[in-house]
């Protein structure tokens, strides 16, 4: 009988969500290397805690708003608590996304969470013929 | 194929007698010295400008006349830009935009109406950048001659160029339908440090530092200042070369762009994409024969237009600019400013009638 179509869909288990400080970030070993949890209440962030720019440890910088224009020179701040900042060269990433707000979009990976019985879950998928990823740089 | 016009966009009329605009200028600069033009402070040691002969050591352009009758030895062109110069940074206030105005008073007098080269020629509108009340008063005075169809500013202002006090200026220009130019421009004397670190010793390391660090500094400000998001119309050539250092430089503004443009949220995309839409930099002989094979990349090419500069010592020529280059990118280059120029320039190019034969081959 041959395996079923699709990724493969598992749980990494990441401990209990009481363990997780609220509005602070923590660090798990992750399934591909460091990951970094943001708890906002009872919601979950899981970024990889690894920028796509230079490889820096990305989770490690400060969660910050942004600056935009308004038009020419008149700037607003936003998003304050939803933009995470990288340590190294500041880029700037959503938190909840991972993605970067300038363009071309970069992002850092980022993983769906569950949350079940009060236990963190990262929902991994894997494809069924995955190569092994490389975790030397995290 | 239809055969487009090959334009020279910078040549440098020059005045027979240094104080020829004095007829122009307005009665309470009498008695008083006007600068002389084309003179900073690193003469080389050969005649700066190409004399007119071993008789007349006066430069090659001193006259409408001169420029006419060697026309096609010298630029070789179906069309030129005259762009007058204008002592660069001039000290007295009122002074600058004077001269700036009896300087196009005279360019439009002597060379544009000229029988001999009104067929040919067109013209760069000086502007006194400084003053920018002075210089949208100027720009909208002349706007009604389309034999006006660029702009000219010096290389050296008293601040880059992207800064804020400049902005209407550039509004104007591209209002108008004016590609704004930047032009090696001296003589009096306040021009900035040739160096960032300071002042060099010898010609070779001012002519070989000045043009492309200065044009870089303003390029950088027109980009950190926000002016080509702010003026989305503006076009900026400059026309002492910088093509060949261009992207290195932009590289260094691009890769940190992502983590400060906190700071200039303007900014929207990385320096280096501002490029093609706003700003080309004339061939210069540093860049020259080789052109592009040696010092340029392929996209510093399409950032390229062709101009001599003659009579300046390194002038170069058509035949020089575009060895090297394949059909198509000679005809680009010596014929397609006004694609980038647009405005003005595209609609008085249009009226230009191409020679058949000359240079492009």
């Not at chain 2, 010096?154 to 800064?163: F, M």
């Not at chain 2, 061939?283 to 040696?294: D, K, N, S, W, Y």
């Amino acid at each position: 009988m041959s395996a079923p179509a699709g990724p493969r869909v598992e749980h990494f288990d990441c401990g209990p969500l009481a363990d997780l400080e609220d509005g602070g970030m923590t660090l798990v070993d992750g399934p591909d290397g460091s990951v970094g949890l943001f708890r906002r209440g009872d919601t979950v962030y899981a970024l990889r805690n690894w920028c796509p720019h230079n490889g820096a440890p990305v989770c490690l910088g400060p969660v910050t708003g942004t600056n935009v224009t308004k038009g020419g020179h008149e700037v607003e701040h936003v998003r304050d608590g939803e933009i995470l900042r990288c340590p190294w060269h500041k880029w700037e990433f959503e938190l909840a996304t991972g993605m970067s707000i300038t363009q071309p979009v970069r992002k850092v990976h980022s993983y769906r969470v569950v949350i079940e019985n009060d236990r963190v879950y990262l929902v991994i998928r894997r494809l069924r013929k995955r190569k092994n990823v490389d975790t030397t740089h995290d | 194929m239809s055969i487009r016009p090959t334009i020279d966009c910078v040549v440098h009329p020059w005045p027979g007698a240094s104080e020829d605009i004095r007829e122009f200028l307005p009665a309470r600069w009498d008695g008083q010295p006007i600068p002389r033009i084309g003179r900073y402070f690193y003469p080389p040691s050969i005649p700066e400008w190409t004399p007119i002969g071993d008789d007349d050591t006066r430069p090659a352009t001193s006259s409408p006349e001169l420029l006419a009758e060697s026309w096609d030895a010298s630029i070789g062109t179906d069309g030129a830009i005259l762009v007058p110069l204008t002592r660069g940074l001039i000290p007295e206030p009122d002074l600058g935009p004077a001269v700036c105005r009896a300087t196009n008073e005279w360019l439009r007098a002597k060379w544009l109406d000229h029988p001999a080269l009104r067929d040919r020629v067109a013209g760069a509108v000086r502007i006194d950048p400084e003053d920018a009340a002075a210089a949208v008063a100027e720009l909208d005075r002349v706007a009604g001659d389309p034999r006006f169809v660029t702009v000219a500013v010096p290389l050296q202002g008293r601040e880059p160029y992207g800064s804020r006090r400049y902005l209407p200026v550039w509004q104007k220009a591209a209002e108008l339908g004016f590609t704004v130019t930047i032009v090696a421009d001296g003589g009096c004397g306040i021009n900035q440090f040739p160096t960032m670190a300071g002042y060099c010793d010898h010609y070779v390391e001012y002519n070989s530092l000045l043009p492309w660090t200065a044009a870089m500094v303003h390029l950088a400000s027109f980009v950190g200042g926000g002016v080509f998001e702010s003026i989305p119309g503006l076009r900026v050539v400059f026309l002492d070369g910088g093509a060949d250092v261009v992207f290195p430089f932009m590289w260094r503004m691009d890769k940190p762009w992502r983590g400060v443009r906190y700071q200039v949220p303007w900014i929207e995309k990385h320096p280096t994409e501002y490029l093609v839409d706003h700003v080309r930099f004339c061939v210069q002989r540093a860049e020259g024969a080789a052109l592009p094979a040696a010092s340029l990349t392929s996209l510093a090419t399409e950032l390229t237009v062709y101009g001599s500069r003659f009579p300046h010592w390194d002038a170069i020529t058509p035949e020089e600019a575009s060895a090297g280059l394949d059909a198509d990118a000679a005809e680009n280059l010596l014929s397609g400013a006004a694609d980038f120029y647009g405005g003005r320039f595209a609609r008085w190019a249009a009226e230009l009638s191409a020679r058949p034969g000359l240079p492009v081959r």
